[in-house]
């Protein structure tokens, strides 16, 4: 089993920045693809940005196009933690944000909540106008 804890959540202004941090414990692995994705109100989750399994010569990744050149997600696996830093964000990121595990390894990005085994408890990310 695997626990996923987000952190780094927030308020912040239109054009600001925050990056969150998921820490993953339990029997974990740097071969699991990891992902983030978010869910805003009356709307479906959505992903977000995503890390492939990490091998010796690295990993992928992939971005959804809303956040493209914003957003950039990268992993330390000392410390089985994925980042999602965010950059130039806008009203229309306020979301609750989670993060996600596939226990399978995969050496391309899943982009789909189905493919992920694990999920964190989300952290809300407000951004105001």
């Known amino acids: 089993q695997v626990q996923l804890v987000e952190s780094g959540g927030g308020l912040v202004q239109a054009g600001g920045s925050l990056r969150l941090s998921c820490t993953a414990s339990g029997r974990t692995s740097s071969m699991y693809p990891m992902g983030w994705f978010r869910q805003a109100p009356g709307k479906e989750r959505e992903f977000v940005a995503g890390?492939?399994?990490?091998?010796?010569?690295?990993?992928?990744?992939y971005y959804a196009d809303f956040v493209k050149g914003r957003f950039t997600i990268s992993r330390d696996t000392a410390k089985n933690t994925v980042y999602l830093q965010m950059n130039s964000l806008k009203p229309e990121d306020t979301a609750v944000y989670y993060c996600?595990?596939?226990?399978?390894?995969?050496?391309?990005?899943?982009?789909?909540?189905?493919?992920?085994?694990?999920w964190g408890q989300g952290t809300q990310v407000t951004v105001s106008s």
């Open positions: 890390s492939s399994s990490s091998t010796s010569s690295g990993g992928s990744t």
């Open positions: 996600a595990a596939d226990r399978g390894y995969k050496a391309w990005v899943p982009t789909t909540a189905d493919h992920y085994d694990y």
